[in-house]
T-cell receptor, first 114, second 113 residues
Framework: GDSVTQMEGPVTLSEEAFLTINCTYT??????LFWYVQYPGEGLQLLLK?????DKGSNKGFEATYRKETTSFHLEKGSVQVSDSAVYFC?????????????FGKGTKLTVNP | DSGVTQTPKHLITATGQRVTLRCSPR?????VYWYQQSLDQGLQFLIQ???????AKGNILERFSAQQFPDLHSELNLSSLELGDSALYFC????????????FGPGTRLLVL
């Protein structure tokens, strides 16, 4: 079945450091890919998404590019802030352009120190 | 605030018991999703309803059931509870459920003792 694998955490960085969180997926067909963020005590929020190969999703300085050849969707940010401390989830929907039946990775906890 | 509300915030109960979790979607959203987040299984999709009808099923146990009412709120019923059912249960909603963003509620934390 479909699955998502993301790098184990936790990840601890200093403010203004570069962030990469790796995510790879296994899916039949043409899935849509997502990054969600969960701040302490809150539900998940959509951070960015990409619905087809070579699409780049971006939001709040975060970026991820849908790479079909490597089945990857790595999350990057050039300069993290303390306020970016949260748990990040990579996810896929089996449907191209869709957002249903999301399959999530295990999550990566990011802590950014001042 | 996502606009999705869930009650109760916390629930403590005993093995073998039955509980009901409630979700009110964002105003105007027709689709509701339920997810379970546990330490060992991670975040898993359970079930989706669209305008009162079941639309998709994920890893939902037979002991669990859900429904969506005419006013579009949804309830997740968990019965014959086991220790392993202790988890955070999230509800999410979206406009129609096809391509739109899902908006998540704050979750209900269930502890089974």
């Amino acid at each position: 079945g479909d699955s998502v694998t993301q790098m184990e955490g936790p990840v601890t960085l200093s403010e203004e450091a570069f962030l990469t969180i790796n995510c790879t997926y296994t899916a039949t067909g043409y899935p849509s890919l997502f990054w969600y963020v969960q701040y302490p005590g809150e539900g998940l929020q959509l951070l960015l998404k990409a619905t087809k190969a070579d699409d780049k999703g971006s939001n709040k300085g975060f970026e991820a590019t849908y790479r079909k050849e490597t089945t990857s969707f790595h999350l990057e940010k050039g300069s993290v802030q303390v306020s970016d401390s949260a748990v990040y989830f990579c996810a896929l929907s089996p449907y191209q352009g869709g957002s249903e039946k999301l399959v999530f990775g295990k999550g990566t906890k990011l802590t950014v120190n001042p | 605030d996502s606009g999705v509300t869930q009650t109760p915030k916390h629930l403590i109960t005993a093995t073998g018991q039955r509980v009901t979790l409630r979700c009110s979607p964002r105003s105007g959203d027709l689709s509701v999703y339920w997810y379970q987040q546990s330490l060992d299984q991670g975040l898993q999709f359970l079930i989706q309803y669209y305008n009162g009808e079941e639309r998709a099923k994920g890893n939902i146990l037979e002991r669990f059931s859900a429904q969506q009412f005419p006013d579009l709120h949804s309830e997740l019923n968990l019965s014959s509870l086991e220790l392993g059912d202790s988890a955070l249960y999230f509800c999410a909603s979206s406009a129609t459920g096809l391509t739109e963003t899902q908006y998540f509620g704050p979750g209900t934390r269930l502890l089974v003792l």
